[in-house]
């Protein structure tokens, strides 16, 4: 069927304008998807055919999903596509087209307002605020993500996977009881709900409730079916976080191999979540073998992305592990050169202030320059939220941090840093073991 079908909605009552009623389908697969963390989002590219503008838009924010330097431009037709059609459209339409454009030219500032405004007049358009919240985690922005997601609760208070989304924006902005009774009513409307799953997982790591957290992952793992490769791994690898927190390296070092690499290896967040692991694993002590070649060959293609800072400081990491030094410092070329070239002035001040000097200390943590590695990462931590990330994820840096002050004999500065973990995490063997050896270096009892 051809023509304005204004008539049409998604699945949470928001009115559709396509050229086809029989994208509707695909459509919702998109939102439902995208809100639930479902692979099936990716249903929407067999409807591409439809030139209606949410259709196309749709499927030009699933490409800028690959996070990579190719995104953009297969992007490109279809929000050329969606733009040509959006007259037709709604308003609630033509704004999603123009905060997708607005992504795809690199100008996330304006696709983050516009993403805010319909939250303000449209609260069921659910996929929208997600985006928002999206954009708004990659610039370290957890209290915007919280006030988006706030907006939508009287209008959507039926939708677990809002409370999902509310859930992680209270973790995120520290507020850990009201996250964890957000989280725990999404499961209760939907056991199958990954992201707030993911965000009580977060709850129990920074409350050091370590037993706790390994047993409830452990107790929703089989409803992990479905779900994009991001989230699968992503959850995956909380459990083996709580694995390794019990030094419980045989185990964690397993879900490495059959959980967390290799579900889409040229996705950017499956391989950060890979390199994330790894480097936890050796920090822990543990050897891993020839794990770093396989990652790295994956690794080779980013030199050039400059996407987001937070995924090239992992890159540069990762490769830094895998003894790939060309490819490193061929990445860390492109990392500086990026930075000189921003303009806009938060994205200049993150590139330049925050993932720089990360870089440069990464970069020296990989030649074992213990000193250039304290000075780098000193310098950056304090700001390291602005690079994106959440609390757990960028908690590697502090690691590396604190094994680069052990390792060039500042062991007060790591007392300094340490004791206060073990105070919030009791039942961390893997503090304890490291406090184990500060104290023993500085002469001082358990």
């Given at each position: 069927m051809q023509g304005r079908a204004p008539s049409l909605a998604d699945?949470?009552?928001?009115?559709l304008t396509l050229h086809h009623t029989g994208s509707v389908d695909a459509v919702n697969d998109f939102v439902e998807g995208f809100i639930a963390c479902e692979a099936r989002a990716v249903n929407v590219l067999q409807a591409a055919g439809d030139t209606s503008a949410m259709v196309?838009?749709?499927?030009?924010?699933?490409?800028?999903?690959?996070?990579?330097?190719?995104?953009?431009?297969?992007?490109h037709p279809f929000i050329t596509q969606a733009q040509a059609s959006a007259h037709q459209a709604s308003e609630r339409e033509?704004?999603?087209?123009?905060a997708v454009a607005a992504w795809v030219d690199g100008n996330v500032p304006r696709a983050i307002a516009l993403h805010e405004e319909q939250a303000r007049l449209h609260p069921r358009d659910l996929a929208s605020l997600k985006l928002g919240q999206y954009h708004l985690f990659n610039r370290g922005d957890s209290p915007g993500m919280l006030r988006l997601a706030l907006q939508a609760l009287p209008a959507a208070p039926e939708v677990p996977y809002l409370h999902g989304m509310l859930a992680f924006g209270w973790e995120q902005c520290h507020r850990l009881q009201e996250a964890e009774a957000a989280a725990r009513h999404a499961i209760a409307l939907c056991r199958k709900e990954p992201w707030a799953q993911?965000?009580?997982?977060?709850?129990?790591?920074t409350q050091g409730r370590i037993r706790e957290g390994?047993?409830?992952?452990?107790?929703?793992?089989?409803?992990?079916?479905?779900?994009?490769s991001f989230m699968v791994t992503h959850n995956w690898w909380h459990q083996a976080l709580f694995l390794l927190e019990q030094d419980l390296h045989a185990e964690a070092l397993h879900l490495y191999d059959t959980q967390v690499w290799g579900v889409v290896?040229?996705?950017?967040?499956?391989?950060?979540?890979?390199?994330?692991?790894?480097?936890?694993?050796?920090?822990?002590?543990?050897?891993?073998?020839?794990?770093?070649?396989?990652v790295a060959?994956?690794?080779?293609?980013?030199?050039?992305?400059?996407?987001?800072?937070?995924?090239d400081l992992q890159y540069l990491l990762g490769l830094g592990r895998a003894g790939e030094d060309a490819a490193a410092a061929r990445l860390m070329a492109h990392i500086e050169a990026h930075a000189a070239s921003r303009t806009e002035a938060q994205e200049r001040a993150v590139w330049q202030g925050v993932c720089v000097p990360a870089a440069r200390g990464i970069q020296a943590f990989a030649q074992e320059q213990w000193g250039d590695a304290?000075?780098?990462?000193?310098?950056?931590?304090?700001?390291?939220?602005?690079?994106?990330?959440?609390?757990a994820q960028r908690d590697l840096f502090s690691q590396l941090y604190l094994h680069a002050l052990q390792c060039n004999g500042q062991w007060a500065s790591a007392q300094n840093l340490l004791q206060p973990q073990c105070n919030a995490q009791p039942q961390s063997r893997r503090l304890a073991r490291q406090m184990h050896t500060v104290n023993t270096a500085l002469g001082l009892p358990d």
């Open positions: 699945s949470l009552g928001n009115p196309q838009a749709c499927c030009a924010a699933l490409h800028m999903f690959a996070e990579s330097a190719e995104a953009p431009r297969n992007a033509q704004r999603f087209v123009a993911h965000a009580l997982a977060h709850v129990m790591l390994a047993a409830f992952m452990a107790s929703v793992n089989d409803t992990w079916t479905g779900l994009n290896k040229e996705y950017s967040q499956d391989q950060i979540n890979a390199i994330s692991l790894l480097v936890r694993l050796e920090l822990a002590g543990v050897d891993v073998g020839d794990r770093w070649a396989n060959r994956y690794l080779a293609a980013r030199g050039q992305d400059q996407v987001l800072p937070f995924l304290v000075a780098g990462l000193g310098q950056a931590l304090p700001q390291l939220v602005e690079i994106g990330g959440s609390h």
